[in-house]
């Protein structure tokens, strides 16, 4: 997915001057795509009030794009599908994140612009920590079905070993309720098949002649049935493991057995249950996030530009989408186009240092103009 850059910068005339400025000496060099980035006349407040809430917009932006993140990471995980058809049920508002983003319009019913900045940032708080907390409850309810059923489902597939018996054995492999005799299950490799034949009864004096039948195989070897008298058993495991046999420790429980196959059978339907409304709860409040998420981008750049530029408010936000071989060229572009603003960071970006109260953003983001980086692939690379 695509990386953006939102910047502002103070207007000019007008902001169409500025907007207009920027956009011919990007586009004349193939260096990026622009839109325009429309943030309404919200209210400014004071200059103290401006500089505690920058510092917690940053955090909250921090925590949004985590929140995104964790959807993205459950419906990914969740249909199991390739990375492009998850990504096309990654929506806001029914259009694909490029699209929501390159014409954002600013929610004037859920963001009423008459609310303070604070206000609106709580707001914006409490619906991504409402969405974070559910997401978590939803997630583990789900999660723990699935790994309880794949855990199932692993044993039902393991060696003749260490494999589940619901599907193989039955009553009448054994003899039960015998007060002399029993029957064990052995793992016989493949290539000894024909000595298991030969030589099973006399690995005990006390062994029923022909009682050995094969239950089953897989590509390693057979899982056989032996009936002999109980108190022979340890001898013909001894016996047995010198011959390679390996005996399986197994008691024959009916009841066991048919609720260790219910129980798949129920997690099953569960998880099927499940993932119809739980998917459709992912994508709804995927794209609840992720406008809150680009409307608290906006905050920040309204605050920062406030905060940068001064009053009365007068910048225009733009947005740009680089072309990725060109991002450096970009940058020293826009270094250029706006190094009259701050002559400090102009004259050396990288090695500036940079501590001014309300600007939260690291040193090596900081530039002559308010920029914040939006990066739409959220779903972690496999």
Do not use: C
């Amino acid at each position: 997915m695509a990386e953006f850059w939102l910047i502002s910068a103070p207007g000019e005339k007008s902001n169409q001057q500025s907007w207009e400025r920027m956009n011919t000496v990007t586009t004349k060099a193939n260096l990026s795509s622009n839109f325009k980035f429309t943030i309404p006349d919200l209210k400014v407040g004071t200059l103290d009030a401006l500089v505690s809430l920058s510092d917690e917009l940053g955090k909250l932006d921090t925590f949004a794009e985590s929140v995104l993140k964790k959807i993205a990471h459950s419906m990914s995980d969740m249909m199991e599908d390739s990375e492009d058809k998850v990504q096309e049920n990654l929506l806001a508002n029914g259009v694909d994140l490029v699209t929501y983003l390159t014409r954002f319009q600013w929610d004037m019913a859920k963001y009423p612009i008459q609310q303070s900045l604070h206000t609106l940032s709580e707001v914006m708080s409490k619906q991504i920590s409402q969405i974070d907390t559910d997401l978590k409850a939803r997630s583990v309810a789900y999660s723990n079905i699935k790994a309880n059923l794949q855990g199932l489902e692993r044993k039902a597939v393991g060696n003749l070993l260490t494999r589940t018996l619901t599907d193989i054995v039955n009553k009448d492999d054994f003899v039960l309720d015998s007060e002399y005799l029993t029957t064990l299950l052995v793992v016989v490799p493949k290539a000894n098949y024909v000595m298991w034949q030969k030589t099973y009864e006399s690995l005990s004096d006390l062994v029923v002649p022909r009682s050995t039948k094969k239950l089953m195989e897989d590509s390693e070897g057979g899982l056989f049935t032996v009936t002999l008298f109980k108190k022979a058993v340890d001898e013909f495991k001894a016996k047995a493991r010198e011959n390679k046999f390996v005996v399986r420790e197994f008691n024959f429980n009916e009841k066991e057995l048919q609720s260790e196959k219910e129980e798949m059978t129920r997690l099953a339907a569960d998880k099927k249950q499940q993932y119809g409304p739980l998917l459709r709860w992912l994508k709804v409040n995927f794209s609840e996030a992720f406008i809150a998420w680009i409307h608290v981008k906006a905050l920040r750049v309204f605050v920062e530009s406030v905060l940068r530029y001064g009053l009365p408010v007068n910048f225009q936000a733009l947005l740009l989408q680089p072309n990725k071989k060109s991002m450096k060229r970009l940058r020293d572009v826009l270094n250029a186009l706006y190094k009259h603003l701050d002559g400090v960071a102009a004259a050396s970006v990288a090695d500036a240092v940079v501590d001014i109260p309300g600007l939260s953003v690291g040193n090596q983001d900081y530039y002559s103009y308010v920029y914040f980086k939006i990066d739409l692939n959220l779903i972690d690379q496999k």
